[in-house]
């Protein structure tokens, strides 16, 4: 069974940085897609960032584009979410995400799910 666990989240200043971290434990295959998902209160789960264990090219949702980067270190079962000039509407639970298909932006198609942290960024 895939494990998910998410940390990093916190309270920060509109401009500032967070970097948020999901360690995998179990068989996460290199074909895995791994994604970062958010969810604001009132709203649905959105993607926002994701990219295959293996490698690739990343894929981003259009509101975090050159702000946000996923990556993974390769020592550690570790994917990370390095988020920069962060805005008040990036508050949200963030949500790290696994799928043994395809990357995709939908939240269906992702069968293992962390815990979630919280990100809080204040105006």
């Known amino acids: 069974q895939v494990q998910l666990v998410e940390s990093g989240g916190g309270l920060v200043q509109a401009g500032g940085s967070l970097r948020l971290s999901c360690a995998a434990s179990g068989p996460i295959s290199s074909s895995y897609a791994m994604g970062w998902f958010r969810q604001a209160p009132g709203k649905e789960r959105e993607f926002v960032a994701g990219r295959y264990w293996w490698g690739g090219s990343p894929s981003y949702a259009d509101s975090v584009k050159g702000r946000f980067t996923i990556s993974r270190d390769n020592a550690e079962n570790t994917v990370y979410l390095q988020m920069n000039s962060l805005k008040p509407e990036d508050t949200a639970i963030y949500y790290c995400?696994?799928?043994?298909?395809?990357?995709?932006?939908?939240?269906?198609?992702?069968?293992?799910w962390g815990q979630g942290t919280q990100v809080t960024v204040s105006s």
């Open positions: 995400a696994a799928s043994w298909s395809k990357l995709t932006p939908f939240v269906k198609d992702y069968n293992y």
